[in-house]
């Protein structure tokens, strides 16, 4: 059983940087596509961004595309997102999860292990 930790959520200014980091222990990712998602207070959890395996491709709403870039580390099970730019609408807790398949979703529900999430808060 995979388990998966984020880290590198704070808090920042508006215009900021963050990069999050999802670690693997127990098993490694396999051949998985890795997502990002986020909720905010009051709402649902939304996609962000996420991986396929290989890396070889990547997808991110909308509301982040061009600030946002996800990337991995498949030798030592790490999947990165770093947020430039960053706007007070980008606060919420971000969740690293793992795909039921090689490409992935941008469906929360395709995604069958997730970790316990980071904080991001930005101030205007």
């Known amino acids: 059983q995979v388990q998966l930790v984020e880290s590198g959520g704070g808090l920042v200014q508006a215009g900021g940087s963050l990069r999050l980091a999802c670690a693997a222990s127990?098993?490694?990712?396999?051949?998985?596509?890795m997502g990002w998602f986020r909720q905010a207070p009051g709402k649902e959890r939304a996609f962000v961004s996420r991986i396929t395996w290989f890396g070889s491709r990547t997808y991110y709403a909308d509301s982040v595309k061009g600030r946002f870039t996800v990337s991995r580390d498949n030798a030592n099970d790490m999947v990165y997102l770093q947020m430039n730019s960053l706007r007070p609408e980008d606060t919420a807790i971000y969740y690293c999860a793992r795909s039921r398949t090689a490409s992935g979703s941008n469906l929360a529900n395709e995604y069958d292990t997730w970790g316990q999430g980071t904080q991001v808060t930005v101030s205007s």
């Open positions: 127990g098993r490694t990712f396999g051949s998985y596509a």
